[in-house]
């Protein structure tokens, strides 16, 4: 028994769930959108771009992480996983083959200046969607330090944050 292999919590999730074989699928196509994303990412040959695309993919592998660890979030981060992963994945790859074929035109550098000028806000937007998927976290340890406050001002402490954040 104790050698026995058990199945992570995303696989315990999903067998709990009438619709843990469509949410499972859904996780299976993140993970590839995902690995499109860093792989267009790495092969953009202008610096900044590339950068801001890799930044873009390290905080979409943030955000599949935390939905591994915590697949009941994994409905509320539909839109994302279905949605934007896949579409920055076709448009980084659409950007690197342009970019490959060498092509000039007007047209073509007219796209790549549109990818660019997107590039940080889907960054800023990616980084809302993690934010948001944590919020009940962060409310929770913010209760928290909200109820240790009141105990230590009833037993005489006094707890006040000055503006550097220390106590």
Same mark, same amino acid.
């Given at each position: 028994?104790?050698?026995?292999? &058990?199945?992570? &919590? ?6 709990? &769930?009438?619709?843990? /074989? ?7 196509? #993140? /993970? ?8 267009? #990412? %790495? ?9 801001? #695309?890799?930044?873009? +993919? ?18 509320? +981060?539909?839109?994302?996983?279905t949605y934007y992963l896949d579409t920055v994945g076709r448009i980084l790859g ?18 790549? &200046?549109?990818?660019? +000028? ?6 800023t937007g990616f980084e809302a969607q993690?934010?948001?998927?944590? $919020?009940?976290?962060?409310?929770? +340890?913010? $209760? ?5 406050? %009141?105990?230590?001002?009833?037993? %005489? ?7 550097? %954040?220390?106590?």
């Open positions: 028994l104790l050698l026995s292999p &058990r199945r992570d &919590r995303s696989a315990r999730f999903f067998a709990s &769930r009438a619709d843990g /074989a469509e949410l499972s699928a859904v996780m299976e196509q #993140a /993970a590839r959108d995902l690995k499109q994303v860093r792989l267009s #990412a %790495g092969r953009i040959t202008d610096i900044k771009t590339r950068e801001t #695309a890799e930044h873009l +993919a390290d905080t979409s592998s943030r955000i599949y992480d935390y939905l591994r660890k915590h697949p009941e979030k994994i409905p509320s +981060a539909n839109r994302f996983l659409q950007y690197v083959k342009f970019q490959e074929a060498g092509l000039g035109t007007s047209e073509v550098r007219e796209f790549q &200046r549109k990818v660019r +000028a997107i590039l940080p806000k889907l960054k993690l934010s948001q998927l944590m $919020a009940s976290e962060r409310f929770d +340890a913010e $209760a928290d330090m909200k109820v240790m406050e %009141g105990l230590l001002n009833t037993e %005489g402490f006094q707890w006040e944050a000055n503006q550097n %954040g220390s106590v």
